[in-house]
């Protein structure tokens, strides 16, 4: 069967599946390495906060040339497989490293940051090809919409499969440093499947970079003129560090506040379930009132019920009301996930249309790199925060009780934080809105269209 576009169920599938695999790479790191870190190597917060962190900002700077190297294979090869195959097969290794450190204390943070810096290198040169394949598989953008929808179907999946998982491989596989292992091989194993899929259906995907493609500095400063793509860009990298936030403190709340370590993948199935459900239905939402008005209410719905989680979490009964909160996360999450994204190649082909070039690998390296940088802060503001709030780190085997002020300092970093985040992002949707609109020919470009 075939969609409108002429891109059958099958070639959706192929490219959506690599989404999984995206997922499960982006979740466990933010999930499980912080606290990996400060309760299992011993690793102290603060320390632990800069390895999650410096990893990331160096991505910053990999990504866009990745995506400039990417354009280049496509001008020279009419493909982007060659560097999409080098991130497959180098990703499942360096993931698996990370949680293998034969050390403790500080020396295990040299180890945990030398393996995730190759993890993150090895993931931007799968990412960013990846990303920049909807835009060169349909000229339409409701059918680009309707790719982005699949693909965040599939990456929802992998982000559950990853939150409810992998805190259960560890447990089943005995806890501490030997668990982490067990759970880091069975899940590098699961990203080779499924980044191998859409690598190989690549192949039948022509490249359309439409000119030479500059070089990295050129392409910053002829991208440089679409305001809209960075207005976007600005909310997006904010709504990704209220969320990373959140997942770093997962696993902290449920042993600190909810009862217990073992809590961890059911807080987290209760955020990402309900998101698998919610992400067609947003879908349909955005064809019917726009992508940007829904995107706008999404971001509020987060805030409030992130906010509600701090009187929720101190409420008699702790567990459900917390769980329900974050049943109602995960719906606003689906939105935040697939609209940004659905919004992304029309900037992109209005750059096209303003500038004769169609540097998908450009752009998509700096939206990459953008948010790799929100997902770096998550984790990095949330372990200050423990730091600053005498949060001590310890390992499996001398276990410590953390004060009030720490606990409390847990809590704030999965609620009021990410709420304020997610309020200072709607400023930046204005101003999108308001570049689009100001686009020439924004009622016929791209950008226009069904936003």
Not at 395 to 412: E, F, I, W, Y
Request: a positive charge.
């Amino acid at each position: 069967m075939v969609t409108a576009g002429g891109i059958s169920r099958r070639e959706l599938a192929r490219y959506a599946v690599g989404s999984i695999g995206t997922g499960i790479h982006s979740t466990v790191p933010g999930l499980l390495l912080l606290y990996f870190m400060t309760d299992a190597l011993g690793v102290p917060a603060g320390l632990a906060g800069l390895v999650v962190a410096l990893p990331k900002a160096w991505d910053a700077l990999f990504n866009p040339l990745v995506g400039a190297a990417s354009d280049r294979e496509a001008l020279r090869t009419g493909r982007r497989t060659r560097i999409l195959l080098a991130g497959t097969l180098a990703l499942p290794v360096a993931f698996a490293a990370m949680f293998l450190s034969p050390l403790t204390g500080p020396g295990a943070a040299v180890w945990v940051a030398g393996t995730f810096v190759l993890a993150s290198s090895a993931f931007a040169l799968f990412q960013v090809p990846y990303v920049a394949l909807p835009a060169e598989m349909s000229e339409q953008p409701r059918v680009r919409t309707r790719i982005t929808v699949w693909r965040i179907v599939c990456l929802t999946v992998g982000i559950l499969v990853a939150g409810g998982l992998a805190p259960a491989l560890v447990s089943l596989a005995g806890g501490g440093r030997g668990g982490y292992a067990a759970m880091a091989v069975a899940v590098a194993a699961l990203l080779l499947v499924t980044l191998l899929v859409p690598t190989l259906g690549a192949r039948t995907v022509p490249a359309r970079p439409g000119a030479e493609p500059l070089g990295l500095p050129a392409a910053l400063r002829t991208a440089r003129g679409n305001r809209a793509f960075f207005a976007l860009l600005g909310a997006f990298v904010l709504q990704a560090a209220a969320v990373a936030i959140m997942l770093a403190a997962a696993p902290y709340v449920a042993t600190y506040w909810l009862g217990g370590y073992g809590l961890t993948s059911v807080l987290f199935v209760c955020l990402v379930a309900p998101s698998a459900v919610a992400v067609p239905l947003w879908g349909r939402a955005a064809a019917r009132w726009g992508r940007l008005r829904c995107l706008t209410a999404a971001t509020g719905l987060f805030a409030v019920a992130s906010a509600a989680l701090w009187p929720a979490a101190h409420s008699g009964a702790r567990v459900g009301p917390v769980l329900v909160l974050c049943a109602l996360l995960g719906v606003a999450y689906a939105a935040l996930q697939v609209l940004p994204l659905s919004l992304l190649p029309d900037t992109v082909h209005a750059d096209a249309a303003r500038t004769g070039r169609l540097q998908s690998g450009a752009f998509t390296g700096l939206w990459t790199a953008g948010e790799t940088a929100g997902l770096a802060a998550g984790p990095g503001l949330f372990s200050l925060a423990l730091a600053a709030a005498g949060f001590v780190s310890s390992t499996t085997d001398h276990p410590v009780a953390q004060t009030g002020a720490a606990r409390a300092g847990v809590l704030l970093g999965f609620s009021l934080v990410p709420a304020a985040l997610m309020l200072l992002s709607l400023p930046a949707l204005r101003a999108y809105g308001r570049r689009r609109s100001a686009a020439p020919n924004a009622a016929v470009s791209p950008l226009g269209a069904e936003s």
